[in-house]
């Protein structure tokens, strides 16, 4: 029985099982077997050949963003009108075949765009060339789900669907769950939150299933067997998304208020450019970059130039790396402008945080 039918059994026996107290042991058992075999599904075999044509694609700039979405819907218009990459355009299902990578430039950043080629239904189960789309899709920072307006939302169920079945959880953040193998001592599980959706027999069957008898677990938010599965299995993404509605030049004003209630949706039209402010600011603000601007001794900042970081890594030794490695060891303290300090300037030591639009001197030691 191949690995594929394997898993459309265990979905089958899933959907025919009833959720309650009595059957959580049974269906934790099943659905770490599910996991189990997913990612068996998505690991290439030993010995098969590369990722194929045009899908490795070298990184460059300070983020990454991916567009998927059903062959059609417009993504290659999309990216053509915002970086001015040609990446082939046809009213035709299926025109782009590989990675089209292009490069935009925002607020001084420059960021990757990398239109992948229509995902298509049973990617996740190893269908097309929906593996390769997806291991590209794991690299970025952000992904754009392009989707036609026109058409049903099932589309959107049916992405949101596939990115689950390889990993990508998309507006999500990781549980909250600390989980440690052991040599021995048998399973230690505590919580700092009530337990609705788990208890220790569901925890013991998954763990069960992986050949795990001896671990310490530390809930600390109200986690489910599939928050539990995500943790063990370790290589879950996540990745915030933004869904883009093409083609809204060909709805109603009172369908548009209605598409606006979706939540992380910006609605465009690529054709004509329409909303393309709303969507570049939402991508800045999904990747959470801050600017720094630089300032030479006795001179004016230079504000042409910004070094973008990422919001979680914006210490003054950050700073220094992002320019040149041997700074840092040459650093004595920096001089800061901006809202991260309290005075202007202020001097500040290599763990400070910088906030976006700090100006930033360093002083270099004597």
Known sequence: MSTYDKIKEIETEMA?????????????????????????????????????????????????????????????????????????????????????????????????????????????????????????????????????????????AVIEREMEGVGIRMNKEPPNIVFRKKDKGGINMTNTVPLTNLDKDVVKSILNEYRISSADISFRCDAT?????????????????????????????EELDLVYKIPHAVPISAHHEWNFDELLEKMWEYLNLVRIYTKPKGQLPDYSA????????????????????????????????????KHNPQKVGKEHVLLDEDVVSIVKKK
Not at 49 to 56: I, Q, T, V
Not at 225 to 253: C, F, T, W
Not at 312 to 325: E, M
Request: glycine share 12%; with cysteine; hydrophobic share 40%.
């Open 225 to 253: 067997a599939d928050d539990l599965i995500d943790v063990i299995e370790g290589n879950r993404v996540y990745i915030p998304a933004v869904y883009v509605l093409n083609k809204i030049d060909q709805i109603s004003i």
């Open 16 to 156: 025919r099982t009833q959720k309650n107290k009595a059957t959580a042991y049974h269906l934790g058992t099943l659905k770490a077997k599910l996991a189990k075999l997913k990612r068996e599904l998505l690991t290439p075999a030993k010995g098969s050949g590369g990722g194929g044509e045009g899908f490795d694609v070298a990184g460059t700039g300070v983020a990454r963003v991916g567009f998927i979405g059903f062959p059609s819907v417009g993504k290659s218009t999309l990216m053509s009108k915002m970086t001015g990459t040609f990446s082939e355009v046809s009213e035709v299902e299926f025109t782009t075949l590989t990675t089209v990578p292009g490069v935009l430039q925002y607020k001084g950043a420059k960021i990757q765009i990398l239109d992948l080629p229509g995902i298509i239904e049973g990617a996740k189960d190893g269908k097309g060339r929906g593996r390769q789309v997806i291991a590209v899709a794991r690299t970025c920072s952000l992904i754009f789900i392009v989707l036609d307006v026109l058409k049903p939302l099932t589309h959107k």
């Open 306 to 341: 910004p070094v973008v970081l990422k919001k979680d890594r914006s210490t003054v030794s950050d700073f220094c790396n992002a320019i040149h490695k041997g700074i840092l060891k040459e650093l004595s303290h920096a001089q800061v402008w901006g809202t991260s300090v």
